[in-house]
């Protein structure tokens, strides 16, 4: 942000309040977000928050993915904060730092998947407990996912693969649950064996304290159909 000329940019981007109130949520969101999140959460129209996206795009601010489909049939695209975009000290950095610190520190002790199952398990069990009273397990993991930033997808039943009997696992209650978003995308790509294991402990832990539905199989980053986990009540 040295160059005079950007930091202009980036100052009268974020000069409007509308556009600031965009960005501290995209920053605070642990996940990209599409135009009709953040027109919901802001309370704005859609038609409203899609030009100050796009201004805050050209300034370098904000990244674009496109994937699916939003209204009427047009691509989705979803914002978030641009990795090489000029800090302007409203994402606090501690948290990715220490991250990768007690990642770090975790092999340099040896810690196994298994290790880094269990420590995700129990924290997957004490997530659960404020979801006693929900209607299923599968609503709760899903609405626990998202909070987490993990945008979790429920397989259309009709898409779900062939079980061992022959039927399809919606026959006998299952679902596929997809992660469409790795909030830990960068750790798992440096980390794969610890911090997927963090997370398949996580959501069977989570599972084990609805007490209702079991864990039928956990695909990970280095799998066939990687990051997604089916999930089957008893």
């Known amino acids: 942000m040295s160059d005079p000329a950007v930091r202009l940019d980036v100052l009268k981007a974020l000069g409007d309040n509308t556009r ?3 960005y501290l949520e995209l920053a605070r969101s ?3 977000l599409a135009t ?3 027109a919901e959460s802001l309370d704005l129209h859609a038609n409203t928050v899609r030009p100050h996206l796009e201004r ?3 300034a370098g601010l904000l990244a674009v993915e496109v994937g699916g489909r939003g209204d009427v049939g047009r691509p989705q695209h979803r914002y978030s904060i641009a990795h090489d975009a000029p800090s302007l000290g409203l994402e606090p950095p501690s948290i990715p730092v220490l ?3 007690v990642l770090a520190i975790a ?3 040896g810690a196994s998947p298994a290790d880094a199952e269990s420590v995700g398990f129990d924290e997957g069990h004490r997530r659960a407990r404020p979801y006693a009273s929900a209607p299923s397990t599968l609503e709760a993991l ?3 996912l998202d909070r987490l930033g993990f945008d979790p997808i429920v397989t259309d039943p009709d898409k779900v693969p062939p079980g061992p009997d022959g039927g399809s696992f919606a026959d006998d209650g299952a679902a596929v649950v997809a992660f469409a978003n790795c909030p830990f995308s960068d750790l798992a790509q440096e980390h794969p064996e610890l911090v997927c294991g963090l997370h398949r402990g996580l959501v069977a832990g989570f599972v084990a304290g609805m007490g209702d539905a079991d864990i039928r199989d956990f695909c990970s980053l280095t799998s066939r159909t990687p990051c997604q986990v089916t999930v089957a009540a008893r």
Do not use: F, K, N
């Open 20 to 22: 600031y109130a965009i």
């Open 30 to 32: 642990p996940r990209p």
């Open 36 to 38: 009709a999140d953040i």
């Open 56 to 58: 805050m795009r050209d």
């Open 99 to 101: 991250a990768r610190m």
């Open 107 to 109: 092999r340099r002790l």
């Open 142 to 144: 899903v609405s626990d």
